[in-house]
Each structure stands twice: as structure tokens, then as C-alpha cells.
């Protein structure tokens, strides 16, 4: 997922997208933990993921102000 992808899509859809991402990102920090993890750069992508919607949705909330 990239930006621009990002930028096209509503405050809610962001929304809905951060907090399933937020409990991936707590599942698999539960499985590293457990000693489960199958794929551990997908820790990484996922925690670049929600950077990503961070920053588009802190650029939205300036372009209001």
C-alpha cells in the first residue's frame, strides 16, 4: 500500500484501516513473543503501514486548518 493509494480514501476508511492494522501488528508481536512468527519482515511492513496512514491523516487534518 502507498500513499497516493491512501490519500484517495475518506477519514473513516483510514480509520477503519489503522485500528485492523493495529491488531495485526498485536498479533504478530504475540506470535514473536510465542516464538511463532512465520514471516518477520511482516512486523516491519505493518508498522510502516501505519506510519503511512499517521501521516496522510495529520496532512488532511492541516489542509482543514
Request: proline content about 2%; charged content about 30%.
Amino acid at each position: 500500500m502507498n500513499a497516493s493509494e491512501l490519500r484517495q480514501k475518506t477519514k473513516e476508511e483510514l480509520g477503519t484501516m489503522l485500528l485492523e492494522l493495529s491488531r495485526e501488528q498485536f498479533n504478530l508481536r504475540m506470535q514473536k513473543g510465542t516464538g511463532q512468527l512465520s514471516r518477520p519482515d511482516q512486523v516491519k511492513k505493518v508498522k510502516h503501514d501505519i506510519a503511512r496512514i499517521h501521516t496522510v491523516l495529520n496532512e488532511m487534518a492541516r489542509a482543514q486548518a
